[in-house]
C-alpha cells in the first residue's frame, strides 16, 4: 500500500495531511498525555497506546469522508458519560486521519505553502475557489473541527508513512526543496497536539490490540 514513490493516485489517495492554528487542550485530553509524538523502536505500546486508559476506548478511522470522523470521534468522547453515567476519563476517543482526511491534521501554513487545496480538491466555502487554509480545523456546533476534537480529548493521529511519500512527491517538483527538507517542514507543519504515528494502518491495529474498538467512518 504504501510504495517508496507512490504515484499522484496513490499520494491522493492515502496521505495525510495539513490543518492549521494550535489548540489548547485541557487535562482530560489524551494528547496531552503523550510525552513522545513519535513511537520509540521495539514492539511496546508507543505513548499514545499506554495512555488509553479509559475502560470504554473507540478508535475512528476516516479516510475518504472529510467531517465525519471528527464529529463522531468528539461525539463519542462527550456524549459517552453524558449518557452512561460514567467519568469523562473513562472514555478514550481515536481519530486516525487515514488517506485524504489527513489533510486535517496540519497548519494553514502548509495548506497554503503546498497547495493542498488544489491537491485535494477541496474549495472553500466563502470564496468557491481552492481553499488556501485548513477549512477543517475549526469547527462549529453543528460541524466541529479539529480544534474542537482536540479540545475534547480526543486523541488525533496523523501518519509518517503518508508525510513522507507526500514530501517525495512534492519533491519531484522541484519548488520546495528536497524530500528530506519538505519531511521536516512537514512534520513541523502538524497542529499542536496532533500524534504522529509511523503508519495509520499499523497503528489502528495497535490500537485494537489495546482494547479499542474500530468504526469506519467513510
Known sequence: MFSSRPSRRTFMTHLAALAGASALLPEVSLAARVSAPVAAPGDEPEAWLTALTGKHRQLFHAHDKWTNGIEYAKRYKESYPINYGVQSTDVDSVLAAHGKTGATTYVDSAWQKYGFGKMFDVKDPKTKDFATSNIFYAGTDD???????LAAGVAVLSCRTALRGM????????????????????????????????????????????????????
Do not use: W
Not at 460541524?143 to 476534537?149: K, L, N, Y
Open 143 to 149: 460541524d466541529p473541527g479539529i480544534r474542537e476534537a
Open 167 to 218: 514530501a517525495k512527491e512534492l519533491a519531484e517538483q522541484n519548488k520546495f526543496g528536497t524530500a528530506e527538507e519538505i519531511e521536516r517542514d512537514l512534520t513541523a507543519s502538524l497542529i499542536p497536539g496532533v500524534i504522529l504515528v509511523p503508519a495509520m494502518i499499523i497503528a489502528i491495529g495497535r490500537a485494537q490490540e489495546q482494547h479499542c474498538t474500530y468504526v469506519y467512518t467513510g
